[in-house]
């Protein structure tokens, strides 16, 4: 079974420009997350889909957004970039049947520089 | 509300000696702990993870962590440390949801570094 996908791997970007990352969950997963890690904050959670509505958010600002659609493949969109944005940016998914046990794969991540 | 405190940045050992990373957490209510693992440049592992089973939990490559309510502790070990274990380790609480296979969300430590000597 294949694993969590992330496309791109890598990507450079300017101030104020907007970027689109995407993932796609391990087939049948119907759950998404997605987390912002960088080496000053560490590891933190974005928000999460389940069946193309926004189930959970973070402490992000508007500028962060994401979607999911009916396969399950999610897309995380920031606008009006800032230096400060630069991080790896990591997708997870779960089976609905993982109830309490809440267990996420996690893909390679997307490696975001903001120039 | 939930926390998970990683109480070492960096763990250094020998290759062949015993690895403890340890881990405190705060949790209002019934937690699901993890350990994740990330190598450099990649994605993170899932090395194990208590759900209130077990108190003592067996990972993959040799780790296993033991729950301790009492200390509200969640310390990782592994008897003999490998070359390949270097990576960066992360201690990991969630509430535990039973609605609509909703996975909630993650609470991350800051990360332990452990190096590895030959």
């Known amino acids: 079974k294949a694993g969590v996908t992330q496309t791109p791997r890598y990507l450079i970007k300017t101030r104020g420009q907007q970027v689109t990352l995407s993932c796609s969950p391990i087939s049948g997963h119907r759950s998404v997350s997605w987390y912002q890690q960088t080496p000053g904050q560490g590891l933190q959670f974005l928000f999460e889909?389940?069946?193309?509505?926004?189930?959970n958010k973070g402490n992000f600002p508007g500028r962060f957004s994401g979607r999911q659609f009916s396969n399950s493949r999610s897309e995380m969109n920031v606008s009006t970039l800032e230096l400060g944005d630069s991080a790896l940016y990591l997708c997870a998914s779960s089976s609905p049947a993982s109830g309490r046990d809440n267990e996420q794969f996690f893909g390679p991540g997307t490696r975001l520089t903001v120039l | 509300a939930q926390s998970v405190t990683q109480l070492d940045s960096h763990v250094s050992v020998s290759e062949g000696t015993p690895v403890l990373l340890r881990c405190n957490y705060s949790?209002?209510?019934?937690?699901?702990l993890f350990w994740y693992v990330q190598h450099p440049n990649k994605g993170l592992q899932l090395l194990l993870k208590?759900?209130?089973?077990?108190?003592l939990v067996k990972g993959i490559n040799g780790f296993e962590a033991e729950f301790k309510k009492s200390e509200t502790s969640f310390h990782l070990t592994k008897p003999s440390a490998h070359m390949s274990d270097a990576a960066e380790y992360f201690c990991v609480v969630t509430r535990a949801m039973n609605y609509g296979g909703s996975q909630g969300n993650l609470i991350f430590g800051k990360g332990t570094k452990l190096s590895v000597k030959p």
């Open positions: 208590y759900t209130s089973a077990a108190t």
């Open positions: 949790s209002s209510y019934s937690p699901s």
């Open positions: 889909y389940f069946s193309e509505t926004q189930r």
